[in-house]
């Protein structure tokens, strides 16, 4: 078996490799290569973020959201306000909307004298994750107080005999509601593919006709939440015969009643999902949520994550990695293998972490999954563009579990790629592929030295 060295020289890859493996029951240290040094984690670092939010918040925690009544109600009358009120629950989506105002209208309301307004209050208000990301991308949304559908509006367009038609919606298998504080508009061009602008409070999107095609679709993320939500919900509550005046953003929290309210799955069976889709905008709220619970509520996701440091660097001795957001998204985050390992380790032994993790699967040489592979790896994967992070447990064939932390970064060549090309800039895919290859090697290798 060849040594750790040599097996990092094979793989060819460019820029620094960082790793360390340990012994889960015994804690010792088994092998590392730059163990201390700090690179940035990509989604490995939503492990330490499911990590914050059980110690603080608990397993079963719930994320409520509520429909509330700011005045007094006569005869079905509303005399005074509605309010749609978030409460930083990441996974709500139409479906819950709908289900809100259904119970709004059993509650006996059919009519608002007052204003419809949205709360998003209990979460600071961010336009993007990670600015750096391209206008467009999906998983770098607007994070507030309140979301929907992963802050994502549906983007289709089909094209016919005078051009193309386009619909922006906020679809579920049972819904599909436009919105409209979202538009798009076809422009001749062929680059830029999209343009954003917040015009007069609305999502105004471009898209070039020359990348459209025929038909299709794709989710855009929204940068306006709370207007969104309200967008969606002012027409559910419309199909219950409930006119509401155009939603209202509001910072303020009055003396209110319950009409309506939606819970969240517990936190643990929400953050199995966030950990097995690595969904940013889940770690963002679910991370900032913990920080608000703790203490003081973040004035942004710097803060707060910087407070999630702080408490790993308490907790479990990590002082040397500092992380800028919960999802890992933002390249400025740096953990150690190191630091990795030690949380892991303790983790596992408090039984936490380990039951979250989706399996990650070895492959032969072509690509192609063993399913009879003697290795069993439970782990949290992380990508970005010239960034590669693995980190989780392994069970060699012996019985022999190890805990591991891989990270890889070419933040020189990262450092070059222009905004604009960042979703699929030239070279990642390959440079990627290659960190990928030597994580299962580093594994087999371990497994081979340490489990035999």
Not at 132 to 139: F, K, M, R, S, T
Not at 147 to 158: G, S
Not at 214 to 229: C, D, K, Q, T
Request: hydrophobic share 40%; proline share 5%; aromatic share 6%.
């Amino acid at each position: 078996m060849a040594d750790l060295e040599t097996v990092l020289a094979r793989s060819g890859l460019q820029g620094k490799v960082a790793c360390a493996v340990a012994d889960v029951k015994t804690g010792a240290r088994l092998e590392s290569q730059a163990g201390a040094a700090g690179l940035p984690p990509a989604s490995v670092a939503k492990t330490l973020t499911a990590l914050y939010s059980l110690d603080v918040l608990g397993a079963e925690h719930r994320f409520t959201t509520q429909v509330l009544a700011a005045g007094q109600i006569r005869s079905g009358v509303l005399h005074g306000d509605l309010i749609l009120a978030g409460g930083g629950d990441p996974m709500l989506n139409t479906d819950h909307l709908a289900q809100l105002a259904r119970s709004m209208k059993a509650a006996g309301l059919r009519e608002v004298r007052g204003d419809f307004k949205v709360w998003d209050g209990a979460l600071p208000q961010v336009q993007s994750i990670d600015p750096e990301q391209p206008d467009h991308v999906g998983y770098s949304p607007a994070v507030s107080g309140i979301a929907l559908n992963f802050n994502r509006v549906h983007f289709e367009w089909k094209r016919g005999s005078k051009g193309w038609s386009v619909s922006m919606d906020a679809r579920t298998q049972k819904y599909r509601p436009e919105v409209a504080m979202a538009r798009m508009w076809v422009k001749k061009r062929a680059l830029p593919v999209y343009t954003y602008a917040d015009r007069g409070g609305t999502d105004t999107w471009t898209v070039a006709s020359q990348a459209l095609g025929n038909g299709g679709s794709r989710w855009l993320p929204v940068r306006r939440p709370a207007e969104y939500a309200g967008d969606v919900f002012r027409t559910l509550a419309r199909s219950h015969g409930i006119a509401l005046r155009k939603a209202k953003v509001t910072q303020n929290l009055p003396q209110t009643q319950v009409l309506a309210q939606h819970q969240s799955p517990p936190l643990s069976v929400m953050l199995k999902a966030m950990l097995k889709y690595s969904n940013n905008l889940m770690a963002e709220m679910i991370g900032m949520s913990a920080t608000a619970a703790a203490g003081k509520r973040p004035g942004s996701l710097r803060q707060s994550a910087a407070q999630m440091s702080d408490w790993a660097a308490r907790k479990y001795g990590m002082k040397d990695s500092r992380l800028v957001d919960h999802s890992g998204l933002g390249d400025a985050s740096r953990m150690t293998p190191d630091d990795l390992v030690t949380v892991l380790i303790a983790a596992h032994g408090a039984g936490q972490l380990k039951p979250l993790l989706k399996p990650f699967p070895m492959r032969d040489r072509k690509g192609r999954v063993l399913k009879s592979h003697p290795i069993k790896v439970l782990a949290k994967t992380g990508t970005l563009n010239f960034v590669s992070g693995l980190g989780g447990f392994m069970t060699a064939a012996d019985g022999t579990e190890l805990a591991f932390a891989i990270f890889a970064a070419n933040t020189t060549a990262r450092s070059r790629i222009k905004r604009a090309d960042r979703e699929r800039p030239p070279g990642a895919r390959g440079w990627n592929r290659k960190a990928k290859a030597l994580q299962q090697m580093l594994i087999e290798r371990w497994g081979s030295v340490y489990g035999s």
